[in-house]
């Protein structure tokens, strides 16, 4: 399944890759004569968007071209700003550099290399922090010495706050002098250590960790897995290969070696990705699955739907499973997903696309509800410069359930730590440790220990990422985005 979306085209060469859209733009790039107007780029949006948009029947009658395309854009979003509404459209965005969108997708951005959440530090509300959940492995800040469980609470000597945090953060200088704070019973104190780290392109291994346990009895294969990657942009091309999909696949193959009997896969930060490697994963887990079995369907617009049931026939939009040799559904019967409120798309594609087949019991917080995906558009004449993410379909797994919009409540809910968070791989680390519990019986740490320095996130660099904030990654197609 294929789809090729860029300028004007028409709707025959419908339903393909989202990653395939850069192939578009190959030999056909044009140097513009003159900037483009915001009319020129608003009306490029509309264009693509009455086509492609999943609510593209609730567009507006008459939009103001003459808006910034930002703007513009949020004008067209299906009930966008009504809170109330949990199916309105929260995932579409607009983004001024379509390669910039695409390199997001693919994990590469411009980092430090270190992911936190924010928690103001203070009943007033007046000073904030910034708690690392995870350090990227090779990055600057890895190679620094920075960890998870570490608490920056200052910027190049300046004290974050509820009013400058945002612009700390991500300042337009590379180089950041990272301060630091300790905690002890819930305190958070200042110390005199600084770390300097200078922020680098850098490509992100989707895969953190991944180790065995035997407890109880138990053999457990235990994976930590942030964004869903195929793999690395070819030399020269503008697709990726399956690097870090065949990963996975080896990763599984000594979990089947090694005979392990129960899983839990930790998706806690996966905002998303590609539904290719969505669909690698499940076919790598799921117990008696096989090319002929559905891992799930998707709902197009009715121009997009009727398109493809003239051209390509019944079963265009389904999405079987794959026949892995790797896979270790003959070994469990069951699989344990960590989650939390960063845990959206296609980690819960995984989710509801599994559970036909087997128990799946989630532990952690309730997931972000993305049951949508959209395609990645971007203008082949490289006149227009943006790129548009837009809700393109609603997914559903082979039972038909997609009604996730208010996310995937957990089966055991298990709050992570606002600070003092154990490394992962702990098995103390209070998700694990309650996995570890439901699996063999044997508690490796009072679970309420941790519970009580839990604080509500006021903000996340998960946010920034592709898939995070308004910026959900989506869409269901083969090689594509969710």
Same mark, same amino acid.
């Given at each position: 399944?294929?789809?090729?979306?860029?300028?004007?085209?028409?709707?025959?060469?419908?339903?393909?890759?989202?990653?395939?859209?850069?192939?578009?733009?190959?030999?056909?790039?044009?140097?513009?004569?003159?900037?483009?107007?915001?009319?020129?780029?608003?009306?490029?949006?509309?264009?693509?968007?009455?086509?492609?948009?999943?609510?593209?029947?609730?567009?507006?009658?008459?939009?103001?071209?003459?808006?910034?395309?930002?703007?513009?854009?949020?004008?067209?979003?299906?009930?966008?700003?009504?809170?109330?509404?949990?199916?309105?459209?929260?995932?579409?965005?607009?983004?001024?550099?379509?390669?910039?969108?695409?390199?997001?997708?693919?994990?590469?951005?411009?980092?430090?290399?270190?992911?936190?959440?924010?928690?103001?530090?203070?009943?007033?509300?007046?000073?904030?922090?910034?708690?690392?959940?995870?350090?990227?492995?090779?990055?600057?800040?890895?190679?620094?010495?920075?960890?998870?469980?570490?608490?920056?609470?200052?910027?190049?000597?300046?004290?974050?706050?509820?009013?400058?945090?945002?612009?700390?953060?991500?300042?337009?200088?590379?180089?950041?002098?990272?301060?630091?704070?300790?905690?002890?019973?819930?305190?958070?104190?200042?110390?005199?250590?600084?770390?300097?780290?200078?922020?680098?392109?850098?490509?992100?291994?989707?895969?953190?960790?991944? /180790?065995?346990? #035997? =407890? $109880?009895?138990? !053999?457990? *294969?235990?994976?930590?897995?942030?964004?869903? @990657?195929?793999?690395?942009?070819?030399?020269?091309?503008?697709?990726?290969?399956?690097?870090?999909?065949?990963?996975?696949?080896?990763?599984?193959?000594?979990?089947?070696?090694?005979?392990?009997?129960?899983?839990?896969?930790?998706?806690?930060?996966?905002?998303?990705?590609?539904?290719?490697?969505?669909?690698?994963?499940?076919?790598?887990?799921?117990?008696?699955?096989?090319?002929?079995?559905?891992?799930?369907?998707?709902?197009?617009?009715?121009?997009?739907?009727?398109?493809?049931?003239?051209?390509?026939?019944?079963?265009?939009?389904?999405?079987?499973?794959?026949?892995?040799?790797?896979?270790?559904?003959?070994?469990?019967?069951?699989?344990?997903?960590?989650?939390?409120?960063?845990?959206?798309?296609?980690?819960?594609?995984?989710?509801?696309?599994?559970?036909?087949?087997? /128990?799946?019991? #989630? =532990? $952690?917080?309730? !997931?972000? *509800?993305?049951?949508?995906?959209?395609?990645? @558009?971007?203008?082949?004449?490289?006149?227009?410069?943006?790129?548009?993410?837009?809700?393109?379909?609603?997914?559903?797994?082979?039972?038909?359930?997609?009604?996730?919009?208010?996310?995937?409540?957990?089966?055991?809910?298990?709050?992570?730590?606002?600070?003092?968070?154990?490394?992962?791989?702990?098995?103390?680390?209070?998700?694990?440790?309650?996995?570890?519990?439901?699996?063999?019986?044997?508690?490796?740490?009072?679970?309420?220990?941790?519970?009580?320095?839990?604080?509500?996130?006021?903000?996340?660099?998960?946010?920034?990422?592709?898939?995070?904030?308004?910026?959900?990654?989506?869409?269901?197609?083969?090689?594509?985005?969710?």
């Amino acid at each position: 399944m294929k789809l090729v979306v860029a300028g004007k085209l028409t709707l025959p060469l419908a339903i393909c890759s989202a990653l395939l859209l850069t192939s578009c733009k190959k030999n056909e790039d044009v140097t513009p004569s003159a900037p483009t107007t915001n009319g020129e780029v608003n009306s490029w949006v509309l264009d693509n968007m009455k086509t492609y948009y999943f609510w593209n029947d609730k567009l507006p009658a008459n939009p103001d071209t003459s808006l910034a395309p930002k703007s513009f854009f949020n004008t067209l979003l299906y009930d966008w700003n009504n809170t109330a509404n949990t199916d309105r459209d929260r995932f579409s965005w607009l983004q001024e550099s379509a390669d910039d969108l695409k390199a997001s997708l693919s994990g590469q951005s411009k980092t430090t290399g270190i992911e936190y959440n924010l928690y103001y530090r203070d009943q007033a509300r007046t000073g904030v922090v910034a708690s690392i959940i995870y350090v990227l492995p090779g990055s600057p800040a890895a190679k620094a010495g920075i960890k998870r469980g570490d608490i920056i609470s200052k910027i190049n000597g300046e004290s974050l706050t509820a009013t400058n945090y945002q612009t700390l953060l991500s300042g337009s200088a590379d180089t950041y002098t990272y301060g630091f704070a300790t905690v002890s019973n819930g305190v958070l104190t200042d110390n005199a250590q600084t770390k300097q780290v200078t922020a680098v392109v850098f490509q992100e291994d989707p895969v953190l960790l991944d /180790t065995t346990y #035997t =407890i $109880g009895g138990k !053999t457990i *294969g235990y994976v930590i897995y942030n964004q869903f @990657i195929p793999g690395l942009y070819k030399a020269g091309s503008s697709t990726l290969d399956n690097t870090y999909d065949l990963k996975l696949d080896n990763i599984f193959g000594k979990f089947k070696q090694k005979g392990i009997n129960e899983l839990v896969l930790d998706l806690r930060y996966n905002r998303g990705g590609y539904v290719s490697s969505s669909t690698n994963l499940a076919s790598l887990i799921g117990k008696n699955i096989d090319a002929s079995k559905v891992f799930y369907t998707q709902k197009w617009n009715s121009i997009v739907t009727a398109q493809n049931d003239k051209q390509r026939g019944a079963g265009w939009n389904s999405e079987n499973f794959l026949t892995k040799s790797t896979n270790i559904g003959a070994n469990i019967s069951r699989v344990f997903i960590l989650t939390t409120g960063s845990t959206a798309s296609a980690s819960e594609l995984i989710i509801n696309g599994l559970r036909p087949f087997m /128990t799946v019991t #989630t =532990i $952690g917080t309730t !997931t972000v *509800g993305k049951n949508v995906g959209s395609i990645t @558009i971007s203008d082949k004449t490289g006149r227009i410069k943006w790129g548009i993410q837009p809700i393109t379909f609603k997914s559903a797994n082979a039972l038909g359930f997609t009604d996730y919009a208010g996310g995937f409540t957990p089966s055991i809910e298990v709050k992570e730590p606002s600070y003092g968070m154990k490394a992962f791989g702990d098995v103390s680390e209070p998700l694990l440790n309650e996995a570890i519990f439901q699996i063999s019986g044997t508690r490796m740490a009072r679970r309420a220990a941790t519970e009580t320095t839990t604080q509500p996130i006021i903000g996340s660099s998960l946010d920034r990422k592709a898939g995070g904030g308004n910026m959900f990654v989506g869409d269901a197609v083969p090689n594509g985005h969710y």
